[in-house]
Structures are given as structure tokens and as C-alpha cells.
């Protein structure tokens, strides 16, 4: 069991908007940053939103990311078939002193 | 160019002890701002937080597993090693290294490691 909680899985077909969920608490959304990451099957995770909302260089500007409260939200538009791959929030959480991920979801476009 | 190098055995068997090596290049273990954590994932689940460490040898660790793991660094080798021990089936994971690049008010992993698939079995 996961501390942020994640849908296990959204789709979308080409050309549409998504959106994909994280909830947390106050230790560790409410209080620290928000990051995303993009896992493509069978590879290393990849950054793709840090600090809530930024994007690295190289990331599409069809990736945003938006945080309220104790819950955050990656929006991926224009879907594309090569942004099927798992996305993973990630936070420190002050009550454990660690970081912590949430469960993955896993787009199918 | 930064890049992280996961090393260790491949196969371990309950209760043995498990060593990894990350070797890291394209930045300094000394440099301040940054950082390396382990993360592990089961095969077909979530990523897993385990323990980081900082140049001034700050360490934190996974709640759940603390009792089983130890980080350390040796910045002559740019090598991260982490230490689980009392090994079982459910530690079968890839287990990744990350740098950490720490600004400001937060901190990301920005590279990782292409991890490595550990098995434990008898």
C-alpha cells in the first residue's frame, strides 16, 4: 500500500486529454513539492514535472503538472501512442523522513 | 554527461546478505548539491524509496526496512554501496541508483541508473 494514491490505470485515445491523480496528506503533499515521473516499459524512470508544476528541458510542454492542497494532478494533452508508460508521483513525507512514491498508473493510449 | 552504474550479483539467497555498488560519473559525490538514492521496484509493481545519502554523510532511510539497510559512500571511487541484509523472496526487485540535485526548496532525482535485476532464491 502505496502512501500517495494513484489510480492504477487511465487511457485515452489519440489527441485527447488525460488527467492522472495523486492524493496524499499534510506530511508530505501538503508540506513539500510534487514530483512526476515517466517509466516507458522496460526502462529506468525518466523526470517529467518537478516542483510541482515545472517542466526539465526536453519535456513537451503537453505535460503540466498542478498541485492543491494534499492532492496533485499530472495533465498529459495531445496524447500521443508514445506516452503509454506508467507515471509515478513522488514527495517527501516529513512524518516518515523519507521519500515516498505513489502507486503508478499505467496509460494506455 | 552524467551517468549511474548499478552493480551487484544477480542471485542471493534467503538470509544471505545483499550488496550493491552504484558508480557514478559526470559529477562528484562531494558536490554539496547533490545526492544518491536507492529505489527498488518488485517485478510488475511501484517504485520503493529506500535510503539516500548526501556529501556531508546525511542518511535517511526507508521506515519499513531500516533495520536491514545501510548506505555509505566513497567519493574517491564515486561509488554509492547499499547493504540489505536478512535477504527474502519479496526483496526480488530491479534495484536503481538516482542522483539527487537539491535547489532551494526542493530537491529530484534527475538521472538514474538502468538498474539491476536482483532474484532471491534458494
Known amino acids: 500500500q502505496s502512501v500517495l494514491t494513484q489510480p492504477p490505470s487511465a487511457s485515452g485515445t489519440p489527441g485527447q486529454r488525460v488527467t492522472i491523480s495523486c492524493s496524499g496528506s499534510?506530511?508530505?503533499?501538503?508540506?513539500?513539492?510534487v514530483n512526476w515521473y515517466q517509466q516507458l516499459p522496460g526502462t529506468a524512470p525518466k523526470l517529467l514535472i518537478y516542483?510541482?508544476?515545472q517542466r526539465p528541458s526536453g519535456v513537451p510542454d503537453r505535460f503540466s503538472g498542478s498541485k492543491s492542497g494534499t492532492s496533485a494532478s499530472l495533465a498529459i494533452s495531445g496524447l500521443q501512442s508514445e506516452d503509454e508508460a506508467d507515471y509515478y508521483c513522488?514527495?517527501?513525507?516529513?512524518?516518515?523522513?523519507?521519500?515516498?512514491f505513489g502507486g503508478g498508473t499505467k496509460l494506455t493510449v | 554527461q552524467v551517468t549511474l552504474k548499478e552493480s551487484g550479483p544477480v542471485l542471493v539467497k534467503p538470509t544471505e546478505t545483499l550488496t550493491l555498488t552504484c558508480t557514478v560519473s559526470?559529477?562528484?559525490?562531494?558536490?554539496?548539491?547533490?545526492?544518491v538514492s536507492w529505489i527498488r521496484q518488485p517485478p510488475g509493481k511501484a517504485l520503493e524509496w529506500l535510503a539516500h545519502?548526501?556529501?556531508?554523510?546525511?542518511?535517511s532511510y526507508s521506515t519499513s526496512l531500516k533495520s536491514r539497510l545501510t548506505i555509505s559512500k566513497d567519493t574517491s571511487k564515486s561509488q554509492v554501496v547499499l547493504t540489505m541484509t536478512n535477504m527474502d523472496p519479496v526483496d526480488t526487485a530491479t534495484y536503481y541508483c538516482?542522483?539527487?540535485?537539491?535547489?532551494?526548496?526542493?530537491?529530484?532525482?534527475?538521472?538514474w541508473g538502468q538498474g539491476t535485476l536482483v532474484t532471491v532464491s534458494s
Open positions: 513522488a514527495a517527501w513525507d516529513d512524518s516518515l523522513s523519507g521519500r515516498v
Open positions: 516542483r510541482n508544476n
Open positions: 538516482a542522483r539527487i540535485q537539491v535547489s532551494g526548496d526542493y530537491d529530484i532525482h534527475d538521472y
Open positions: 559526470g559529477f562528484s559525490l562531494s558536490n554539496a548539491r547533490m545526492g
Open positions: 499534510s506530511s508530505n503533499i501538503g508540506s513539500n513539492t
Open positions: 545519502i548526501f556529501p556531508n554523510d546525511e542518511k
